[in-house]
T-cell receptor
Framework: AQTVTQSQPEMSVQEAETVTLSCTYDTSESDYYLFWYKQPPSRQMILVIR??????QNATENRFSVNFQKAAKSFSLKISDSQLGDAAMYFC??????????FGTGTSLTVIP | DTGVSQNPRHKITKRGQNVTFRCDPISEHNRLYWYRQTLGQGPEFLTY????????KSRLLSDRFSAERPKGSFSTLEIQRTEQGDSAMYLCASSFQPGLAASAGELFFGEGSRLTVL
């Protein structure tokens, strides 16, 4: 079975601080894709960052970066200099072939002013 | 706005009635996905289309559910004889998948259609 686990239902961070959201996944594939999506309240889900498993270098998008540990099947998201607009549900997602996408249960991030 | 559009945004129906949701993807996207999301859960895959062909359906998709994408553009998701367990947010997403090589394009989501079955 291919599953994605997000063990932190809720997280909070002070504005301007750094927070790390955890994600682990289960797969027997060697090549696959990993994503973090953000779902603001009552808004559509948007892509935050994406990682191809064959790339050893961790993906970075401005204040967002990942720590991809392939052997451990771990894919955490680090948000630096947190802003109020970062408050949202964050979903980790896995795709083995680019056809199906499997999502975790999400982490609700609160940013404290 | 050229994003993914879903209609209706909210639907309240009585158990046993049929409902239909429509999704208009981003025009140049060849892939279209339907997901279901319940409170406190992540999106669960239902089905996806490559152009007009329905390539995969989840085991979650009972025979009461049917999806179409007749001309490879918009898609409809129909639920027949609705049950209270069908209450959820139904999300549509689209992407562009070039060629046959495996790759995972970014999914662009709509705002969803919320179904409440009384």
């Amino acid at each position: 079975a291919q599953t994605v686990t997000q063990s932190q239902p809720e997280m909070s961070v002070q504005e301007a601080e750094t927070v790390t959201l955890s994600c682990t996944y289960d797969t027997s594939e060697s090549d696959y894709y990993l994503f973090w999506y953000k779902q603001p309240p009552s808004r559509q889900m948007i892509l935050v960052i994406r990682q191809e498993a064959y790339k050893q270098q961790n993906a970075t998008e401005n204040r967002f970066s990942v720590n991809f540990q392939k052997a451990a099947k771990s894919f955490s998201l680090k948000i630096s200099d947190s802003q109020l607009g970062d408050a949202a549900m964050y979903f980790c997602a896995y795709s083995p072939t680019g056809n199906q996408f499997y999502f975790g249960t999400g982490t609700s991030l609160t940013v404290i002013p | 706005d050229t994003g993914v559009s879903q209609n209706p945004r909210h639907k309240i129906t009585k158990r046993g009635q049929n409902v239909t949701f429509r999704c208009d993807p981003i025009s140049e996207h060849n892939r279209l996905y339907w997901y279901r999301q319940t409170l406190g859960q992540g999106p669960e895959f239902l089905t996806y289309f490559q152009n007009e062909a329905q390539l995969e359906k989840s085991r979650l998709l009972s025979d009461r559910f049917s999806a179409e994408r007749p001309k490879g553009s918009f898609s409809t998701l129909e639920i027949q004889r609705t049950e209270q367990g069908d209450s959820a947010m139904y999300l549509c997403a689209s992407s562009f998948q070039p060629g046959l090589a495996a790759s995972a394009g970014e999914l662009f989501f709509g705002e969803g259609s919320r179904l409440t079955v009384l």
